[in-house]
Nanobody, 118 residues
Framework: QVQLVESGGGLVQAGGSLRLSCVAS????????MAWFRQAPGRQRELVAI?????NYADSVEGRFTISRDNAKNTVYLQMNSLKPEDTAVYYC??????????????WGQGTQVTVSS
């Protein structure tokens, strides 16, 4: 059993910054990749950034957001700079983890709200 717990969301003015964190805990042999998704009201959940063999970003956040990992702490971060009102969403952490039986499982966090005011 693995849990992902996100933190760091909040309310910020346009142009400001926030740093999200997501910690994975439980039976973890290795982590294949970790990613951040977001879902705004009335919209589909979308990939923001992923860190695995390679690192990739959505076009809408390229150059403003940075994903990073601390493998010793099973943690992924999302540094968000130059925030815009359209970045307002619930941000979710997703991880592909090799756990019990050395099988890969997908886990999601509970989400953290990010609100950017204009």
């Amino acid at each position: 059993q693995v849990q992902l717990v996100e933190s760091g969301g909040g309310l910020v003015q346009a142009g400001g910054s926030l740093r999200l964190s997501c910690v994975a805990s439980g039976i973890i042999f290795s982590i294949n990749n970790m990613a951040w998704f977001r879902q705004a009201p009335g919209r589909q959940r979308e990939l923001v950034a992923i860190s695995g063999v390679t690192t990739n970003y959505a076009d809408s956040v390229e150059g403003r957001f940075t994903i990073s990992r601390d493998n010793a702490k099973n943690t992924v971060y999302l540094q968000m700079n130059s925030l815009k009102p359209e970045d307002t969403a619930v941000y979710y952490c997703k991880a592909n983890i090799n756990g019990a039986g050395h099988r890969a499982y997908i886990y999601w966090g509970q989400g953290t709200q990010v609100t950017v005011s204009s």
